[in-house]
C-alpha cells in the first residue's frame, strides 16, 4: 500500500520513461525468430516484458543482458533461430499478466511443429481467448481453451500446415491483428486482415524492418487493413525501444493537474496509432510541445508539458470516440482522471474494449472516481464524466491493474487530503519505478 497527499507543490523538471511495453514484447520475439543476433537498448524489463523473455528461453532462445562496453548502455542480445528453430518447452509456458504475450505466442505457436500449452495469471485467465482461436483455426491450426470457457489455459496441437485468411476482425486489436500475421508468416498464401480502425501499428513497422514483407492499407471509408506475403526469412537488427507514450500519459496528466508545473518528459514514442491522448488533451487546451523530434522507424519526441486549464467545447462538452479510441486505448483511464478535474461534461464511447483489459477498466475507473467525489455515470461502452467537482483522498482498489493503480496515483495528487493506493506493487507491470520517477518531479 502506497499513501499519497495533494501536491501542495508544482511538479518541475525533467522525467526519463521506461521503453515501450510493445516495442519490447515484439523487439524479442521477432529477434527470436529471426536469423541471426537482435541488439535491444531501451528495452523495458517490467513483469510484463520479463514474462516473454522466460517464455522465449522456455523455447530454447539465448537472451542475454549486458551493458555496452563503451557507455554501459544496458542492452539485451537475442539469438534468433530463424523461423524453424524453435524447441518444444518442456512445460507450460507462463505469460504472467501479459495479453501481449499470451496472444502474439499463441500465433507463433500454432504454426510450430510441436504442441504446446501457454496460460497466465488470474486475469489472464479471464481474459477472452476466442478472439485470437477463431481466426488462427480458420487458417488450420488446432488450438483450444482447455477449460472450454474460450479463456486459457490455451492448448496448441503442432504439426499442422497453415493457410493465409482475409480475416475481418470485429475489434481494433493489435494483439489479435499480430497473431494471424504471425501465424500468417508460416503460412502457404497471403494474409489479410482487416480491422474496424488502425490498430497500432508496432508488428507491421518493426517486421518489416526485420525483413518480412508487410504493410498496411487504409481504405477510402477509413477501414484498414494489413496485408502479409509470407516466404521472406527475418534477419535479426538493431532495436532502439523509444519511451512508453502510455507511462508518459501519468506525468503529462500529473503536470495538467497540479498548478504551476512545468515537466518535460524525454524520448518518447509518438507512432500516430499511439498519440491520439496528445491530440485530445490539445485540443483540451492542454499545452503539450513536442521537441527533439526525431522521425525513425518508430518516430519519437521530448513531451514538454505545462499546467493547462482544460476545457470542453462551446457547449461545455467533449466527445472522445470513434476511430481515436485505438490510438489512446491504455490512456483512456488517466484521460478520464484528467476529465474529472476539467470544467467540462467528457463523453468516452465506443470502448467496450475497457471491459476486457487487465481489469474491467469501465468499473475500475467509474467506481474509483466516484469514491474520489467525482460526477462519472459507465455507459455500455465508455463513461460520462461530468468534470469540475472536487476530488477528496481515499482508498483506491486498483483490482491488481497497474494502469488504474497509476492513474488513481496521479488523481491524489488533485485530491484533499490522503489517498491511499491498496495495491501498488502491481505497477511493476509496465513500470516499476513508476513512484520513484513521481516523487522526483514533486521533490
Ligand atoms: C497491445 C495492444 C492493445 C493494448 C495492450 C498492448 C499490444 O491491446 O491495450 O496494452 O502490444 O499489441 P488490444 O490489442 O487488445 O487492443
Given at each position: ?8 507543490k508544482?511538479l518541475?523538471g525533467?522525467?526519463f520513461?521506461?521503453?515501450d511495453?510493445s516495442i519490447?514484447?515484439r ?6 525468430l ?7 537498448t ?6 510484463d516484458?520479463?514474462?516473454t523473455?522466460?517464455?522465449f528461453?522456455k523455447?530454447?532462445i ?6 555496452r562496453?563503451?557507455n554501459?548502455v544496458p542492452?539485451?542480445?537475442?539469438h534468433g533461430k530463424?523461423l524453424r528453430g524453435?524447441k ?14 499470451t ?8 504454426a ?10 488470474s486475469?489472464?485467465?479471464k481474459?477472452?481467448m ?12 488446432d488450438?483450444s481453451?482447455?477449460m472450454?470457457?474460450d479463456c486459457?489455459?490455451?492448448?496448441i496441437?503442432g ?5 493465409g485468411?482475409?480475416?475481418h476482425?470485429?475489434?481494433a486489436s493489435?494483439?489479435?491483428?499480430s497473431?494471424?500475421v ?9 494474409t489479410?486482415?482487416?480491422?474496424p480502425?488502425?490498430?497500432r ?14 504493410h ?6 477509413g477501414s484498414?487493413?494489413t496485408?502479409?506475403?509470407p516466404?521472406?526469412?527475418l ?6 525501444v ?9 506525468f503529462?496528466a ?11 518528459i ?10 491520439g491522448i496528445?491530440?485530445i ?5 492542454a ?8 522521425e525513425?522507424i518508430?518516430?519519437?519526441?521530448d513531451?514538454?508539458?505545462?499546467y493547462?486549464?482544460l476545457h470542453?467545447?462551446e457547449n461545455?462538452?467533449f466527445?472522445?470516440g470513434g476511430k481515436?479510441?485505438p490510438?489512446?486505448i ?21 470502448a467496450a ?8 477498466r469501465?468499473?475500475s475507473?467509474?467506481n ?17 464524466i ?5 476530488l477528496?483522498?481515499?482508498?483506491i482498489?486498483?483490482d ?5 493503480a497509476?492513474?488513481f496515483a496521479?488523481a491524489?495528487?488533485?485530491a484533499e ?13 509496465s513500470y516499476?519505478e ?5 516523487r522526483?518531479?514533486?521533490?
Open positions: 500500500m502506497i499513501s499519497i497527499e495533494k501536491s501542495s508544482p518541475t525533467n522525467v520513461v521506461p521503453g511495453k519490447s514484447h523487439s524479442i520475439m521477432f529477434g527470436a529471426s536469423e541471426g543476433t537482435t541488439e535491444i531501451g528495452f523495458l524489463k517490467s513483469g516484458c520479463l514474462s523473455i522466460e517464455c528461453k523455447l530454447g539465448l537472451i542475454e543482458h549486458s551493458q562496453p563503451m554501459g542492452t539485451i542480445t537475442v530463424g524453435l518444444k518447452p518442456d512445460s507450460t509456458l507462463y505469460t504472467g499478466n501479459s495479453g501481449t504475450t496472444r502474439l505466442l499463441s500465433g507463433i505457436l500454432a510450430q511443429p510441436f504442441d504446446s500449452m501457454i496460460t497466465g495469471d486475469s489472464i485467465e481474459r477472452p476466442n478472439r485470437i482461436i477463431k481466426p488462427l483455426s480458420q487458417m488450420g491450426a488450438i481453451s482447455a472450454g470457457n486459457a489455459p490455451l492448448i496441437k504439426g499442422k500446415k497453415l493457410h485468411i482475409s480475416y476482425s470485429p475489434v493489435a494483439q489479435v491483428k497473431a494471424i504471425l501465424a500468417g508468416l508460416y503460412s502457404d498464401s497471403d489479410v486482415v482487416y480491422e480502425a488502425l490498430s501499428n508496432h508488428t507491421e513497422l518493426m517486421l518489416r524492418a526485420f525483413g518480412a514483407d508487410i498496411n492499407e487504409v481504405d477510402v471509408r484498414s487493413a496485408i502479409l506475403h516466404g521472406m526469412p534477419r535479426g537488427t538493431k532495436i532502439n523509444p519511451g512508453d507514450i502510455s507511462s508518459a500519459a501519468y503529462i500529473a503536470a495538467l493537474l497540479v498548478p504551476g508545473s512545468d515537466v518535460v524525454h524520448n518518447v514514442g509518438i507512432n500516430k496509432t499511439r498519440s496528445l491530440s488533451l490539445t485540443q483540451m487546451g499545452d503539450i510541445q513536442l521537441e527533439n523530434v526525431n525513425s518508430e518516430p519519437r519526441a513531451l514538454h508539458v505545462r493547462s486549464e470542453g467545447n461545455g462538452r466527445e472522445v481515436l479510441i490510438t489512446m491504455d490512456e483512456l483511464p488517466i484521460f478520464a482522471v484528467i476529465a474529472a478535474t476539467a470544467n467540462c461534461t467528457t463523453i468516452i464511447k465506443d474494449e475497457l471491459k476486457v483489459k487487465e481489469s474491467n469501465i468499473d475507473v467509474c474509483n472516481l466516484k469514491a474520489m467525489g467525482a460526477d462519472v455515470e459507465p455507459t455500455d461502452d465508455g463513461m460520462i461530468h468534470g469540475g467537482k472536487p477528496h483522498g481515499t482508498d482498489d486498483s491488481a491493474d497497474h494502469r488504474i497509476m492513474s496521479v491524489a495528487l488533485a487530503g490522503t489517498t491511499r493506493i491498496i495495491d501498488d506493487k502491481c505497477v511493476g507491470i516499476p513508476f513512484f520513484k520517477d513521481l522526483a518531479l514533486i521533490n
